[in-house]
């Protein structure tokens, strides 16, 4: 990916975060864009000027004139230069002053007069982040159209720890890079992506399934539609749409699940086998409804097809194939056994220890293993989650 020819207006903010902004420069400037930095009052306390323009080789921007010769900054002209305006860091306080205008510096009235998208990276403290106020105003700015790169929970200048970290440089500098390169990054990719529960039959009106709503594979299969690719989806019973330029095959069991895969895995770069398939299935489906009687009920159950396993078998040498494993215990052990039993290149790992994730929730918190490491995420938002799995999917596709 690549940021070549862009022009980023770069607004930095009084934070201490403000010294990460010339790793952001550097990068920015090593992916082929041209940066302009507009710095506020405060942000000039934390960091100078000087290394600011040495770093993008242009004066950097701060007041409404030039002291030295009166020529006027024009912040119009700013806002038709860039292709993007970044504020990295932005605090609590410019947050406020976006939302609701107040146009009292050169960073505020460039923001207020950019045609170009405008992407926020906030950085306080966990307490200011997680103020009604910081947070209204964060929705305010997103509902304007303003692209928000959450910060992350971590160690924090004032030796606190929580949410309110600028998301690191490198982050930021990805979150640009997807923008300006969405349509390309999986352009003429096929990924084949299972998502939800199945149910295997009982009888006409009970069924085997289980509590997965499908919402963490929907998200990957919209992400990799976002970067271009194309896209088959197959689901399980589930109440969520998709968008219509993805090819959707909605199946009820695992047998349909598993026929859909293997015929859809011959001609795919990728598969994401994020269902949460049924192990069981009944040995036999009563044709009549079963009548509820006092000695009960003994159901004799056989294993389903695994589909993970059986794509594992076919993967050819170019093939990608990723799964997903929900422990209760022993979780990495575990992952670890069903990545090399599925021969799967890589695994996502979420646990049902982790409060408010997995099963019907917005959020999941993952780690993703593969033979060579293990990495850990935060608890995200599934869209954000699904972005992390894409990121990592498309290092090797
Ligand atoms: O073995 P387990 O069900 O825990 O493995 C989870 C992974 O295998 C997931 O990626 C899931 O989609 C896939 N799987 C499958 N077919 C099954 C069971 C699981 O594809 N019958």
Request: with cysteine.
């Amino acid at each position: 990916m690549t940021l070549q020819g862009k022009k980023i207006v770069l607004g930095i903010t009084g934070s201490i975060a403000a010294y990460k902004a010339c790793l952001i420069i550097r990068e920015c400037i090593k992916k082929g864009a041209e940066v302009q930095v507009v710095i506020t009052p405060a942000g000039k306390e934390f960091i100078t000027p000087i290394t600011l323009s040495a770093l993008t080789h242009k004066p950097v921007i701060s007041d409404f004139f030039a002291q030295r010769d009166g020529t006027w900054n024009s912040h119009v002209d700013l806002g038709l230069w860039a292709d993007a305006m970044l504020i990295a860091p932005c605090t609590a306080s410019t947050l406020g002053k976006m939302a609701t205008g107040v146009a009292d510096n050169m960073l505020i009235t460039t923001y207020l007069s950019m045609k170009a998208p405008v992407f926020i990276a906030p950085a306080m403290d966990l307490d200011m982040f997680a103020h009604p106020s910081t947070q209204a105003n964060l929705k305010t700015l997103e509902n304007y159209g303003n692209h928000i790169i959450q910060p992350q929970s971590g160690f924090l200048a004032s030796g606190l720890e929580g949410k309110g970290r600028m998301e690191e440089p490198e982050k930021i500098v990805q979150a640009l890079e997807h923008f300006f390169n969405k349509d390309l990054t999986l352009k003429g990719k096929k990924i084949l992506i299972t998502a939800g529960p199945t149910y295997e039959k009982i009888d006409p009106v009970r069924f085997i399934g289980n509590y997965s709503s499908g919402k963490m594979g929907f998200a990957l299969a919209e992400e990799c539609h976002k970067r271009g690719a194309e896209v088959t989806l197959i689901a399980g019973p589930v109440s969520l749409s998709c968008s219509k330029d993805i090819h959707r095959i909605d199946v009820e069991s695992c047998e349909e699940m598993y026929h859909a895969a293997v015929d859809n895995y011959k001609n795919a770069d990728a598969a994401i086998l994020c269902a949460a398939v049924a192990d069981f299935k009944t040995a036999k489906t009563e044709k009549k409804k079963i009548k509820r009687g006092k000695d009960g009920l003994t159901l004799e159950l056989l294993p389903t097809q695994d589909i993970a396993a059986a794509l594992g078998k076919i993967k050819k040498k170019k093939q990608v194939l990723v799964g997903f494993a929900l422990e209760t215990n022993d979780e990495r052990d575990n992952a670890m056994k069903k990545l090399r039993k599925k021969n799967l290149d890589f695994i996502v790992l979420n646990s049902m220890r982790n409060k408010g994730t997995c099963f019907q929730s917005d959020d999941n918190q993952i780690s993703i293993l593969s033979e060579k490491d293990i990495v850990d995420y935060e608890k995200k938002n599934k869209n954000e989650v699904a972005r992390d799995i894409i990121d990592e999917l498309e290092k090797r596709i």
